[in-house]
């Protein structure tokens, strides 16, 4: 007698117990939709899949994105005084040589194609050395599609060429004109040196050793008149790229910034002026300032991500500390502005089929 009511409540409890089971599953698949940041993960007998599937798939969606290209910044140091300077000379430090591998081979494994050195003047360390090794490491040992330096051009010499110019796929040089004294008004120069004659030098040390040949001009009050249709026609650079003076706080505009770039921007229309000017230059690449604050992706000289979205420079944690997945969720880089501005585009000299 005791065994059948002992048997009669087992049975009724196994009912109550797969009830209570349905209605939580129940339950579960109704909050979903509601709060996809309380995921419930209840681990009764016989349940399969404790996660619903919005919140699997949201969690796909969420993926951070691909650090296809990179700017690394590695030094603010700069032999230059350019007004509108963006990335100053606020610190000295620069990583180690071994520590700066490391990191750039964290990049690759997370996706890299293409790495751009930049500064500051990014020749200055070890009279080039420094970049050289980078160079020579990305290319040779990472075996990266395209590996580019952008640079002032002051410091460059013939002998580095020699050394690394196989490893080098594109070196930029920044010219906001030919008119020696614009530059001058600019802050780009140093001692007697003419810039303009330096950039047709380097031209040619790019043609004897391969290197594609790119131009950067930064349109500012002092250019922004300009026509350099003809000069850049005669230079034939593989890209130049136009980009309108931007202002970031901290960098060169505001208290603690370095720089008073004010005195240096102009408006949307005068840009879009100037652009109209050289509308005939087949190899112009025009940037916006609204295309260049978020298609970017910058690290600076401690491996952190800048993003810049909100006009200053707000650093992640360093890729080194934390790994790329995590840093890079906080640089405010914006994927798709950077494939519509172009940002992927035949990067690699052994592609660009070039008349050297």
């Excluded at 994105?65 to 032999?79: A, E, I, K, L």
């Excluded at 040992?141 to 952008?150: A, T």
């Excluded at 790229?241 to 901290?250: M, P, R, S, T």
């Excluded at 921007?265 to 300032?289: G, Q, T, Y």
């Amino acid at each position: 007698m005791q065994l059948a009511v002992l048997g009669r409540l087992l049975s009724v409890g196994r009912a109550v117990l797969a009830a209570l089971r349905g209605s939580l599953g129940a339950l579960c698949w109704s909050l979903a939709p509601l709060s996809l940041s309380l995921p419930l993960s209840l681990s009764l007998p016989g349940w399969r899949d404790s996660v619903p599937r919005p919140e699997r798939e949201r969690e796909g969606e969420d993926a951070p994105p691909t650090p296809t290209s990179v700017n690394y910044h590695f030094t603010r140091q700069c032999n230059y005084k350019c007004g509108f300077c963006f990335h100053t000379a606020k610190t000295s430090f620069v990583l180690p040589l071994d520590e700066a591998k490391r990191g750039l081979a964290m990049l690759k494994e997370a996706g890299m194609e293409k790495i751009n050195f930049s500064g500051g003047e990014p020749f200055l360390q070890d009279r080039g050395e420094f970049v050289g090794k980078l160079v020579q490491f990305c290319k040779q040992e990472l075996e990266l599609p395209s590996v580019s330096i952008v640079s002032n051009g002051s410091m460059i010499r013939k002998q580095w060429f020699e050394k690394y110019g196989e490893y080098l796929d594109i070196l930029a040089i920044s010219c906001d004109s030919f008119d020696e004294d614009v530059n001058i008004l600019i802050g780009r120069r140093q001692g007697k040196k003419n810039h303009v004659e330096n950039l047709h030098k380097l031209r040619q040390w790019c043609r004897e050793h391969a290197v594609a040949f790119k131009i950067n001009s930064v349109i500012n009050r002092f250019n922004v008149e300009e026509d350099m249709n003809e000069q850049i026609k005669a230079l034939n650079p593989v890209r130049w790229k136009v980009f309108q003076c931007l202002l970031i706080e901290g960098e060169n505009s505001g208290e603690d910034a370095l720089r008073e770039a004010e005195k240096f921007v102009i408006s949307d229309e005068d840009f879009d002026r100037f652009l109209d000017r050289h509308k005939d230059v087949s190899c112009l690449v025009p940037e916006s300032n609204q295309k260049m604050r978020d298609s970017y992706l910058i690290l600076d000289e401690y491996m952190r991500f800048l993003n810049c979205r909100n006009g200053r420079k707000e650093p992640s944690k360093s890729i080194l500390d934390v790994g790329v997945e995590a840093a890079i969720k906080f640089s405010g880089f914006d994927e798709k502005m950077f494939l519509r501005r172009g940002g992927k585009y035949v990067w690699s000299k052994a592609d660009m089929k070039l008349d050297w």
